[in-house]
């Protein structure tokens, strides 16, 4: 075979070994849910008031900081965070926060929840959804919750839950994210019911 065959048949074997690297399929994301009871309906403890008893409080908003998106997030200290390229949540972070949160206050001694106008409003901004991978590799959910009931503001103030990850892959961090979940529903939902609770001082004659 010539010199200048043989130059051009690898120069072409060449051409079509980079082309398939640079058309190469990339691997496909994988949607995942937090295991959350909550988020099934389940109440972690029975309530013992009647559905039509406590509180009357409304879940107005649930936002959440603009990275928390479909991309799950990693964070390997306070200040570096990233975002896994395959590994999405199959909803926004914000509404699985906003349905465990109506199950954990719907299950809730003292909270009924409600649409009415005149109800107590409760706020919430997530400002952490994270797979935290040191010090230690955990799920962690922080809530910034804020509580009107009418002028009066009854509760500002933020609520954070970690659950330790098993493993690496992406099923255990969806188990532990769950949990924490969980945990951080609930923590506002007694703090809300507590908050509720306390009667506002009479203004003296």
């Known amino acids: 075979m010539r010199p200048a065959l043989v130059s051009s048949v690898a120069a072409v074997v ?3 070994a ?6 190469r399929t990339a691997e496909a994301p994988r949607f995942y849910r937090p ?7 389940a109440s972690a403890g029975p309530a013992t008031s009647a559905p039509s008893a406590g509180a009357p409080i409304h879940l107005r908003s649930v936002r959440s900081a603009p990275f ?3 991309r799950i997030v990693w964070r390997s200290s306070p200040v570096e965070y990233g975002l896994y ?3 999405r949540w199959f909803e926004l972070p914000s509404r699985y926060v906003r349905r465990a ?4 206050l719907a299950n809730t001694p003292g909270l009924r929840p409600d649409d009415d106008p005149k109800a107590a409003r409760l706020d919430v901004e997530i400002l952490a959804f994270d797979e935290v991978l040191a010090p230690a590799h955990q799920a962690s959910v922080t809530l910034a919750v804020r509580l009107r009931d009418g002028t009066e503001e009854r509760l500002d103030h933020l609520y954070s839950a970690q659950a330790p990850i098993a493993s690496t892959d992406g099923a255990a961090m969806a188990e532990a994210m769950g949990k924490a979940l969980d945990e951080a529903v609930q923590q ?3 703090a809300a019911a507590k908050a509720l609770d306390k009667k ?3 203004a003296k004659r």
Do not use: Y
């Open 188 to 190: 506002v939902a007694q």
């Open 35 to 41: 295991a959350s009871a909550a988020l099934d309906g």
């Open 68 to 70: 928390l998106r479909e």
């Open 85 to 87: 390229e395959q590994r």
């Open 14 to 16: 060449a051409l079509m």
């Open 18 to 23: 980079g082309a398939g690297c640079v058309f």
């Open 200 to 202: 506002p001082a009479r």
């Open 101 to 104: 949160l109506t199950t954990a």
